[in-house]
């Protein structure tokens, strides 16, 4: 089958939806179908692309994309279009179908969902859609809110890679550079912005560290709250107990998640930005790392921490509640272990993007 995966994020940035993206191509890539991804220029893409089994064809520009987007339908006779971010394909692609009756599938991850002005197009581009692979029951639910047929939905969960996020990988190297021998450590991966929750971890630290003195607050990642969030560690006397480590490279992230001792991001609903955690694919990179989680309570998270069995879910604006679950965490070992040990199974029996990817293949094949 000859599919054209359009994305608007694709490595070699870093981010969930560029993962997902990725992942996506490389599985359907696996199972024996042709694909090419069409996607904007980057810095470091010629390198990158290079190396995939698949095409990637990329333009710098929003018009440079919609006129590959149809070169490609010519050139590659293209069967079916998957939309895996970025509801502006979704009209290149209904317009596809409307000329030339190539099916297209949509994936939705959640924020291009919640925003009102946008629900009139989204409305209008995924009628014509095949299928709406949901990436959550969350984003599922707010689709039939907006009016999108719940017949036309399914859910396919995002995945994560098992050999490549396993437990037991030597990260001394890392505890070494950040000075985290002998140290509890709290680890968050993820984008510095409101959505991720780090302010109401920094607030519940002062109460963790009082049952916990060892404890650490290790915060990989870059963005606009790094400032804020820097001063306000200052002002609960906590910055020398959080580390941030910033920009970490794919190959490192692994050795991040066994560095640490519990995974926490209390992600939490923005609606008028449209803002909200549609899944969280870094706590299936953590339980795959064999490490427990902590969740808000929020969007799509459910659908990526069970609550009890690979981890906890937490008000994600209450701070005391999420200092309880980590103290919880970090001194019942044997919950820890027990958390992070039915995570792994999981990923290994239902959440490898080869699994996740023939589920998506099966929806295109049907």
Same mark, same amino acid.
Request: aromatic letters at 8%.
């Given at each position: 089958?000859?599919?054209?995966?359009?994305?608007?994020?694709?490595?070699?940035?870093?981010?969930?939806?560029?993962?997902?993206?990725?992942?996506?191509?490389?599985?359907?890539?696996?199972?024996?179908?042709?694909?090419?991804?069409?996607?904007?220029?980057?810095?470091?893409?010629?390198?990158?692309?290079?190396?995939?089994?698949?095409?990637?064809?990329?333009?710098?520009?929003?018009?440079?994309?919609?006129?590959?987007?149809?070169?490609?339908?010519?050139?590659?006779?293209?069967?079916?279009?998957?939309?895996?971010?970025?509801?502006?394909?979704?009209?290149?692609?209904?317009?596809?179908?409307?000329?030339?009756?190539?099916?297209?599938?949509?994936?939705?991850?959640?924020?291009?969902?919640?925003?009102?002005?946008?629900?009139?197009?989204?409305?209008?581009?995924?009628?014509?859609?095949?299928?709406?692979?949901? @990436?959550?029951?969350? +984003?599922? *639910? =707010?689709?039939?809110?907006? &009016?999108?047929? #719940?017949?036309?939905?399914? !859910?396919?969960?995002?995945?994560?890679?098992?050999?490549?996020?396993?437990?037991?990988?030597?990260?001394?190297?890392?505890?070494?550079?950040?000075?985290?021998?002998?140290?509890?450590?709290?680890?968050?991966?993820?984008?510095?912005?409101?959505?991720?929750?780090?302010?109401?971890?920094?607030?519940?630290?002062?109460?963790?560290?009082?049952?916990?003195?060892?404890?650490?607050?290790?915060?990989?990642?870059?963005?606009?709250?790094?400032?804020?969030?820097?001063?306000?560690?200052?002002?609960?006397?906590?910055?020398?107990?959080?580390?941030?480590?910033?920009?970490?490279?794919?190959?490192?992230?692994?050795?991040?998640?066994?560095?640490?001792? @519990?995974?926490?991001? +209390?992600? *939490? =609903?923005?609606?008028?930005? &449209?803002?909200? #955690?549609?899944?969280?694919? !870094?706590?299936?990179?953590?339980?795959?790392?064999?490490?427990?989680?902590?969740?808000?309570?929020?969007?799509?998270?459910?659908?990526?921490?069970?609550?009890?069995?690979?981890?906890?879910?937490?008000?994600?604006?209450?701070?005391?509640?999420?200092?309880?679950?980590?103290?919880?965490?970090?001194?019942?070992?044997?919950?820890?272990?027990?958390?992070?040990?039915?995570?792994?199974?999981?990923?290994?029996?239902?959440?490898?993007?080869?699994?996740?990817?023939?589920?998506?293949?099966?929806?295109?094949?049907?």
């Amino acid at each position: 089958m000859r599919i054209l995966l359009c994305t608007h994020d694709f490595p070699p940035q870093v981010g969930g939806i560029q993962t997902y993206s990725y992942e996506v191509a490389r599985g359907l890539s696996s199972w024996g179908e042709e694909v090419t991804v069409l996607a904007p220029g980057t810095e470091g893409d010629i390198e990158f692309d290079r190396e995939q089994v698949f095409p990637v064809i990329r333009a710098k520009s929003k018009i440079g994309l919609y006129l590959k987007f149809f070169w490609i339908l010519w050139r590659k006779r293209i069967e079916k279009i998957l939309v895996a971010h970025r509801a502006d394909y979704a009209a290149l692609a209904s317009w596809a179908h409307r000329l030339w009756g190539i099916d297209y599938y949509i994936v939705a991850h959640g924020g291009e969902v919640l925003l009102p002005w946008r629900r009139k197009s989204i409305r209008e581009n995924f009628k014509r859609a095949r299928r709406i692979l949901a @990436v959550s029951h969350f +984003t599922a *639910r =707010e689709l039939v809110r907006i &009016g999108i047929p #719940e017949e036309k939905i399914t !859910v396919i969960p995002n995945g994560v890679d098992p050999e490549r996020f396993k437990p037991g990988i030597d990260s001394s190297s890392l505890k070494e550079k950040f000075n985290l021998f002998d140290r509890k450590v709290i680890l968050t991966v993820s984008h510095l912005v409101k959505r991720k929750g780090h302010r109401k971890i920094i607030q519940a630290l002062p109460k963790v560290l009082e049952r916990v003195p060892e404890a650490v607050y290790l915060i990989v990642g870059e963005g606009p709250e790094e400032d804020g969030l820097r001063q306000l560690a200052r002002h609960y006397g906590v910055e020398r107990q959080v580390i941030f480590a910033g920009y970490v490279s794919s190959e490192e992230l692994p050795l991040c998640y066994n560095a640490g001792d @519990v995974f926490i991001m +209390t992600s *939490r =609903e923005i609606e008028e930005e &449209g803002d909200f #955690e549609g899944f969280g694919i !870094v706590f299936l990179e953590a339980n795959a790392c064999g490490k427990p989680v902590i969740g808000g309570r929020s969007g799509g998270v459910k659908d990526a921490v069970i609550e009890g069995e690979t981890g906890l879910l937490t008000d994600p604006l209450n701070h005391e509640e999420i200092a309880a679950a980590l103290i919880r965490l970090l001194t019942e070992e044997s919950l820890a272990e027990n958390l992070g040990e039915k995570g792994r199974k999981r990923i290994e029996k239902e959440l490898s993007w080869r699994t996740i990817s023939q589920r998506i293949l099966r929806e295109l094949e049907q």
